[in-house]
């Protein structure tokens, strides 16, 4: 006598039918002020691998956090964080756990702040964790990439951008940048940011001044993919790292975080160009 195997037919032992389950869709609250999808804030540490979770600070930019709770009181003032609604919030919300900067525990990098010794115990870990990727080869330390100047001057690996009455240092190429949101099969939008119809913005010779407080350097001249002409809601597009289709769907959430650092002409001066990609195109004589 054979046994009837319902487990391959969809149906209980007795016949009766399996209840189909499908997945929920991951969406963003409507009243949260982020729309990344915690699908989207698990990432590896470029420096020593182990894993971190991404989120947006109040000001919009990213931060690496340690994925596991600590004791706030094993915490240094200045390396407390919480979360609210998908937003790092730094110095705690005075419970008894807080979350960490991973930069402090990275053992690819130096301290930041001084830890105690559950916390360098916590660092040691990790640093066993990354030699044994770097020993099976999963694991090839490179610097960050705000280490390396681009290769041909003449086209900014990394741009700067402004929009919105600021500025701000791209990941990549302007044709390169690629637009965060979720597409209908949940995988990331493959599609560009830079249209190729529509407003565009327009390379233009800028001072490197100061803004927000930050260092004066000497006077010179640098480019800048300005958009400022462009109308406000084109440069929320460029600001949000969507496509026009994207942009257009409220509803949708992000699967990644917006690649855009504030720029500071100290710290990113090696993404400094001080001649513009393209030539303007030179005007007959009048004869």
Request: charged share 20%; hydrophobic share 35%; net charge positive.
């Amino acid at each position: 006598m054979c046994p009837n195997n319902r487990a391959s037919t969809g149906c209980h032992w007795d016949s009766s039918p399996r209840p189909t389950r499908h997945p929920r869709p991951l969406r963003g609250a409507a009243a949260s002020p982020s729309r990344l999808l915690r699908a989207g804030q698990s990432g590896r540490c470029r420096r020593c691998g182990n894993r971190i979770d991404l989120y947006q600070r109040a000001d919009q930019r990213p931060i690496a956090l340690h994925p596991a709770e600590v004791v706030t009181a094993e915490v240094p003032d200045c390396c407390r964080w919480h979360l609210s609604g998908g937003i790092a919030y730094p110095h705690g919300d005075g419970s008894a756990w807080c979350r960490i900067p991973h930069v402090v525990l990275c053992p690819g990098s130096a301290p930041t702040a001084r830890i105690g010794l559950h916390l360098e115990a916590v660092r040691r870990q990790l640093a066993l964790r990354t030699r044994r990727l770097i020993d099976t080869g999963a694991l090839n330390p490179a610097p960050p990439a705000d280490d390396a100047p681009a290769a041909d001057a003449s086209a900014p690996g990394r741009p700067v951008v402004q929009m919105l009455l600021s500025r701000y240092l791209a990941d990549s190429p302007l044709e390169d940048i690629r637009c965060v949101a979720q597409t209908r099969h949940r995988r990331r939008c493959p599609h560009p940011v830079l249209a190729t119809t529509g407003p565009a913005g327009a390379w233009t010779l800028l001072p490197t001044g100061p803004q927000r407080g930050q260092l004066t350097l000497p006077d010179a001249l640098m480019a800048v993919y300005d958009l400022g002409h462009l109308p406000y809601a084109e440069q929320e597009r460029w600001r949000a790292q969507r496509c026009p289709a994207h942009a257009a769907v409220r509803g949708a959430a992000d699967l990644a975080l917006a690649g855009w650092q504030v720029f500071d002409p100290l710290l990113h001066a090696a993404h400094i160009r001080t001649h513009l990609p393209h030539p303007p195109a030179s005007h007959p004589k009048d004869g």
